[in-house]
């Protein structure tokens, strides 16, 4: 029997989504009752872009507590976060020093991000990818889940494994992506890019009231794509996110509705804020219960941090060997 060891993280820089959720977290529940699992509130990786270290805090409070209402489960999964485990940022430079420039300045993601922030690119921007190598093959994770935006980013750390590997001999693994159905949902209010934490107003916020989401699914795209062609963007997206979160008869129902022409998108709506309603409420509630506990979130970090320093710390010094320092 093969087995695995997961990492993943998750940025503590808004709001959780429901793409986070239904690209991510829900493979990263079920993985857990498989494989050693490590789940990172990646503050390191939110901070290289303008942020509000005011809000920092909480937002890492609220990254645990909702990814442990939506069932992680701190007494199986090692739940930690990054700048708790010094490690990250000393493998990080090490990777960085057999990291090719060029093949960071070439990341989607880095020249997305360096467009949106063209007055303040940052040099920690190049190279989170980097890191994000370092984070996963510290723990020599071999299974990534993660949605689409992220596959680019788990090729670097292939990379980067591979030429550590073969520069100072056999050490790491060659982790590979693990993509969910949900591994690419898009913005309500604009479905030519990806459901974000940056841009609240197109995203279903884990934490958002009923009456916000209905609101947001109301006034989602549907432009009619190019006549007799395909689904435009907006209408796969909503349909997409229906089949995640709506029972079978209820997508059966609309995808007939649009085959034969006769689909209300008013109704498609409907039925899809009801279905993320009822999606996220128990999450919700489960939120509140763990929130109102008090020192949930410092027993769950103190733990984690715990876990995963001593794993890093055995690979780090391995590394380090290996490296001659
Ligand atoms: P964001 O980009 O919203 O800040 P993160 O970078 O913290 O989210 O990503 C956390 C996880 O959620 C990653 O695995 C990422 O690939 C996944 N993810 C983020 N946005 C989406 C989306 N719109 N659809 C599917 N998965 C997503
Ligand atoms: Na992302």
């Known amino acids: 029997m093969s087995t695995h060891t997961v990492f993943s993280g998750i940025q503590p820089s808004g709001g959780i989504h429901v793409g986070n959720l239904l690209g991510a977290l829900r493979n990263w529940v079920s993985l857990q009752d498989q494989y050693p699992c490590y789940f990172c509130i990646v503050d ?36 930690f976060v990054q700048s708790q485990v010094p490690q990250h940022t000393e493998l990080a430079w090490l990777f960085n020093c057999i990291t090719p420039l060029g093949q960071l300045q070439r990341m989607t993601q880095f020249k997305d991000k360096a467009r949106q922030h063209a007055e303040a690119v940052n040099a920690g921007l190049l190279n989170y990818p980097v890191l994000q190598a370092a984070d996963i093959l510290l723990y020599k994770a071999d299974l990534v889940p993660v949605g689409e935006d992220q ?49 609240p107003r197109g995203a279903i916020g884990m934490l958002d009231p009923p009456e916000v989401i209905r609101e ?23 349909f997409t996110l229906l089949e995640l979160t709506a ?4 997508v059966a129902h609309f995808r007939a509705a649009y085959s034969d022409g006769t ?58 060997d290996r490296m001659g320092l």
């Not at 947001?216 to 794509?225: E, F, H, I, L, Q």
Request: aromatic share 4%.
């Open 44 to 79: 390191y990786h939110a901070i290289t872009v303008p942020y509000d270290p005011r809000e920092l805090p909480q937002r890492v409070r609220d990254a645990v507590l909702v990814n442990v209402a939506a069932g992680l489960d701190p007494n199986r999964s090692v739940i």
């Open 263 to 320: 689909i209300r998108y008013v109704e498609l709506k409907q039925a899809l804020a009801d279905a993320l309603v009822e999606l996220v409420t128990p999450i919700q509630e489960r939120y509140r219960e763990l929130s109102a506990r008090p020192g949930t979130v410092e027993e769950v970090l103190a733990a984690g941090g715990e876990r995963a320093r001593k794993v890093a710390s055995q690979v780090l010094a391995e590394v380090r």
């Open 151 to 199: 596959v680019q980013h788990i090729e670097l750390t292939r990379d980067i494994a591979r030429r550590f590997n073969s520069l100072f001999g056999p050490t790491f693994p060659e982790p590979e992506a693990y993509l969910a159905k949900g591994a690419r949902i898009m913005a309500l209010d604009d479905p030519t890019r990806k459901m974000s934490k940056s841009e």
């Open 216 to 238: 947001k699914v109301r006034s989602a795209v549907t432009d009619p794509g190019p006549a007799g062609a395909e689904m435009s963007p907006g209408v796969l997206n909503l």
């Open 247 to 250: 029972p079978a008869d209820v």
